[in-house]
């Protein structure tokens, strides 16, 4: 009794039918968007320092940006398949419209993504010197540059994230899912939305420029107010930063 409800559509009036191409758009779509993308901001958000790392004694642990714009550059690839296979099945049902229009707004804001990623200014910093040896960089220094990078990516980033949710559902609503497909995402939503909470609430949230560069007030970032809502900027055992140098 259990499989054949799991098996059968969410509407039991309408089929589930659907041809090759809007099957495996879906697929495509649902593992880009509903199961990759969010998977790289909890990473993004909450690996900049990573479980029993030595902060701020090691500092700029690239795990969470190698992560993230790896399974991000994965994400467009699935995208771009996932459209090519939508434009060749158009609906023409009231579901897919507002499924079609939630689509297109996210694939305005992952171009937007994408851009902001590559004119994301230079580095700087000990770990990134010019040539001359200076320290200077769009990032180092929380340049105007910098600044308008960091609105514009997360502000994008968490909005996608959320017309994701609309597409998604809205989509395999028009398809008439199964409803084990339903439950299988609730579910994933719900698990990351649970070690979310987790992790802000333990603090894993660790400003990036700290993260990166550590707590010294000599760093320029480290005297402007943070960048992101709910991040932390932590102390190394409650000490100041001119005791943790002697260490």
């Known amino acids: 009794m259990i499989l054949e409800w799991l098996i059968a559509p969410l509407d039991p009036a309408r089929p589930h039918e659907?041809?090759?191409?809007?099957?495996?758009?879906?697929?495509?779509?649902?593992?880009?968007?509903?199961?990759?993308?969010?998977?790289?901001?909890?990473?993004?958000?909450?690996?900049?320092?990573?479980?029993g790392q030595d902060w701020p004694r090691e500092l700029d642990n690239k795990f969470w940006?190698?992560?993230?714009?790896?399974?991000?550059?994965?994400?467009?690839?699935?995208?771009?398949?996932?459209?090519?296979?939508?434009?060749?099945?158009?609906?023409?049902?009231?579901e897919a419209i507002v499924h079609r229009m939630l689509g297109y707004a996210i694939l305005v804001l992952a171009a937007v993504q994408a851009l902001s990623g590559l004119f994301r200014g230079s580095k700087g910093g000990p770990t990134d010197p010019r040539a001359d040896g200076s320290l200077r960089g769009d990032h180092y220094d929380m340049t105007p540059h910098r600044l308008l990078f960091e609105r514009v990516h997360k502000g994008c980033g968490y909005l996608a994230l959320a017309l994701m949710v609309g597409a998604i559902t809205t989509g395999i609503w028009t398809a008439n899912a199964p409803n084990w497909m339903w439950l299988m995402l609730l579910a994933w939503w719900a698990v990351l939305a649970a070690i979310s909470v987790y992790l802000q609430r333990q603090g894993r949230a660790v400003d990036t420029y700290q993260a990166i560069w550590g707590p010294d007030p000599a760093h320029p970032g480290n005297r402007m107010e943070q960048q992101g809502w709910g991040m932390k900027r932590p102390e190394f055992h409650g000490r100041s930063y001119e005791k943790q140098r002697e260490l």
């Open 18 to 51: 659907v041809g090759i191409a809007l099957s495996w758009h879906a697929r495509f779509m649902v593992l880009g968007w509903g199961i990759l993308t969010p998977l790289a901001i909890i990473i993004a958000r909450y690996f900049k320092v990573l479980p």
């Open 65 to 94: 940006w190698r992560s993230h714009w790896m399974t991000q550059t994965l994400v467009l690839f699935l995208t771009a398949i996932g459209l090519a296979l939508i434009l060749a099945s158009p609906q023409n049902t009231g």
